[in-house]
């Protein structure tokens, strides 16, 4: 995968590097190869990269004055969270001439206000610390992320992190009211708002969430809290045709509105996989579904009509012949035994040999002309693979995995990627979709992006990016060429 | 209040206006002072402005042709929507140089997706329009303006509209999925996407909404739909005191969750005035209080338990020493007859002669604070005036508006403008507040702006004006000098 072109940075000097490391101190900076290691390999070894540097500042003020200097110097810089991403945007090229930098270090939560529901934290808390501090507050911090454990918030949003909730709470740009950056040239943008509503001037924040560390380095956020979730009702159901999921769940939202607050899809194979290499997990139903339909209400307050809700939509759905069987679990364990199906399929995948991956979007109501016309392309280009789409249904957001042939050589079949990827999103496009969803441009599509957008659009963010970062400091070679 | 350096930009030839009128026929194209007199008059006729030509194309390509021609010929352009903006973005300036591009000819809704909950709708339909045209096919579209009956969706967008539903549903801009966009010379960007996760590039649409026509002339829009509410609770109370708005608020939105819909809150001077000039009102309570707080609870379904909820969160604040009294609504129109009593303030203000206005945002827990020093100010700077704030508690967001002292002349009393404009916004900055919350900037803020923001906010501001406008002809001197 790692054919792209190393953008052309020049080495730092040593005179460069000994400034660099004189701001973090040498207990915070990485310079041996070997410990430098953990940062520069994406976590599913799709990529290596190589590194002049790491390093670990320990506040605003020391990233500002690395950039400071990387911006003086021409030197190129990696910014880092938790490596998690999926896309490589993390990820230093192999030239050897970038400096990641660390935000782990920046860890403090600055304030949290109950009344205005906000909380100020900085980048290298993990999203799960960021939960577990809403929570011990009496609040929700509802992004959810499988990879949470490890995942930082800076990363979370300047991927604009999106995940299970983002049907009922939006993704991590709606989610944060207020962003710190420290830009290129290492000027410290304040622009930490605690406001709902804020119409003066351009929306910088917005600009600079999601834009995967080419335009700033996110060192702090305002982030919204949400009444902490006091009962849930979670409902698997089996469906009796793919195509009679967006009925199903536009009168499920219809009936419950903000109280749906997750709707995820999985195929029949995947429920498959599952069973036969997960732990700890069984089939919910006596009989076999081709599809399946896992979605969650949620209130703030207990002893609300979620299970007569539940019971409703149930039943409509039976009626109007869209599901053929349902479970509700009657229990947090049971609850969580049904998610367990959904959350393993994209980990047992890799048992059943290699996968190549889709992270798309198409509307709604298109998502099953989208599986069935790419069921039908995979068949006709790989004989024999195995699609196993599953995903964020309400967001319209589809994990398009295709496993392997079985017995096929794993190489042999990883060698249609880019291929099978150009055709997918063909589709994708085709349907007025996206090619990246929530993981993000990176390494891994930055030149699929030129075919996915107009010329115009690609234009503009040049100019962006430009006004941003005219020396290309920022993770270069990252989402734009 | 007209004292502002009117940008120069040199008049249109002959020729160029030619070229203009023949894009959109001369059917379509107004030169006459008296027939353009409505598109340059602000409605509160705080700006009257002069133009060469007002022009009402009929189409995304009539827009595209004026704007090429105008980039070519270096010609000002205003774009205009209902023209109920409240900080004259819309109106022209006095040179008479200046063409207005009015969108109302496109008023088509292009597509409507229930599945998908998405609706594509041209910018010259008035947000009412759109409301009704979800309504009719059974779904919500949440924002809600005074103005709604002739503000127009393009404009919506093009200012970030706020209004009384953005604590539970968001603003213009967490409402438009995607936007269709004519930039400075001609070019269209097509940015409908109907997808709520996409994160392929930089979210130029987020950009260009709330840029006040200064980045481009959207057309039409991608706006999310929500399900229709199936029942409503409508609850006034007197409060104890300000001070226990923040615990009171703060304790219903975490019950209530989503279903909290509406939190406005009003003085008594605001009640007073509305009985006194107000037709149909009378006061809900036997006696009077302090402060009110209007608060609304809604479900998409009916039979839920809202009403149990309502009566839950009233005996709390009770009981918690919060609010002194409460009604709750019985019917649509004791409900409605509610609403007026808070809808009325702002337009019952000038029949207690000038008031000088601020629509400003601080955090939630920080509003009594605001309110109490700003009235201190007030009553130090203009001994007698009357201090009438309020507005969308919920959003942080406060209409402070000064009624003169009874018996001055309005004419006096209004030349303190500028003078407690910028002592407000001393103490609002100081509270880490917005001084435009939602009516952005225009021309009346115009000169604030440096004042509220850091210089590099208006420095990265200037550089993607630069980017997306060269030629400095879109909306000049509105928002940015």
């Given amino acids: 995968m790692a054919t792209m072109a190393t953008p052309k940075h020049k080495p730092p000097s040593k005179h460069t590097i000994d400034a660099l490391i004189r701001i973090v101190g040498t207990e915070h900076a990485i310079s041996d190869a070997s410990a430098m290691a953990p940062y520069l390999v994406e976590w599913r070894d799709r990529y290596r990269g190589k590194a002049a540097l790491v390093l670990k500042p320990g506040d605003t003020g020391e990233v500002s004055s690395i950039l400071k200097i990387a911006n003086e110097t021409r030197t190129a810089i990696v910014p880092q969270g ?31 206000d109950l009344a205005s529901n906000t909380m100020t934290v900085e980048a290298g808390l993990t999203l799960a610390q960021v939960k577990q501090v809403a929570a011990s507050a009496g609040r929700l911090f509802p992004l959810s992320l499988a990879s949470e454990g490890s995942a930082q918030i800076g990363g979370v949003l300047a991927t604009n992190a999106g995940g ?88 499920a939202l219809e009936r419950a509105g903000p109280a749906l607050t997750a709707f995820e899809i999985m195929p029949r194979i995947g429920i498959e996989f599952v069973l036969r290499h997960g732990s700890q997990v069984r089939d919910p139903f006596p009989d076999p579904h081709q599809w399946y339909a896992l979605f969650e209400l949620s209130s703030p307050r207990e002893g609300s009509e979620l299970a007569q809700l539940a019971e409703t939509l149930l039943k409509q759905g039976l009626e109007a012949g869209e599901i053929a069987d349902a ?24 048992e059943e040999g290699g996968s190549i991956k889709h992270d798309v979007a198409v509307p709604v109501a298109r998502i099953p002309e989208f599986i069935a016309r790419a069921d039908q392309l995979v068949e006709l280009m790989i004989p024999g693979a195995r699609p196993v789409p599953f995903g964020h249904f309400g967001d319209g957001n589809i994990h398009y995995n295709v496993s392997q042939p079985a017995g096929m050589e794993r190489t042999v079949f990883l060698a249609n990627w880019e291929a099978l990827n150009a055709a997918v999103h063909e589709i994708v496009l085709d349907l007025d979709g996206s090619i990246s969803a929530e993981h993000g441009i990176g390494r891994l599509k930055r030149d699929l992006l030129p075919h996915a957008k107009q010329p115009l659009e690609i234009e503009l963010m040049r100019k962006i990016k430009a006004a941003f970062d005219s020396n290309a400091i920022l993770n270069p070679g990252k989402l734009l060429r």
């Avoid at 090229?93 to 970038?98: L, N, Q, R, T």
């Avoid at 702090?220 to 949400?226: G, Q, S």
């Avoid at 679990?329 to 049904?338: F, V």
């Fill in 327 to 350: 479970v509700v679990a009657s229990s947090l364990s049971q609850a969580e035994a049904l998610w367990r199906l959904r959350e393993l399929i994209g980990e047992v995948q890799k």
């Fill in 164 to 251: 299970m909730a983002v049907i009922a709470y939006g993704g991590a740009r709606e989610l944060a009211l207020g962003i710190e950056v420290v830009l290129a040239d290492g000027r410290v943008w304040d622009g930490l708002k605690c406001l709902r509503k804020d119409n003066s001037g351009y929306d910088l924040k917005d600009l600079i969430i999601g834009s995967e560390g080419t335009l700033g380095i996110i060192t702090a956020a305002v982030l919204r809290l949400f009444p902490k979730i006091a009962e849930r009702v979670t409902c698997m159901t089996g469906l009796k045709a793919l195509d009679t999921a967006p009925d199903f769940f536009a009168r």
């Fill in 82 to 112: 938790g490596n998690t991403g999926l896309v490589g945007g993390q990820i230093p090229f192999e030239s050897g001439h970038e400096v990641v930098v660390s935000l782990e270090r920046l860890n403090r939560v600055r304030d949290i």
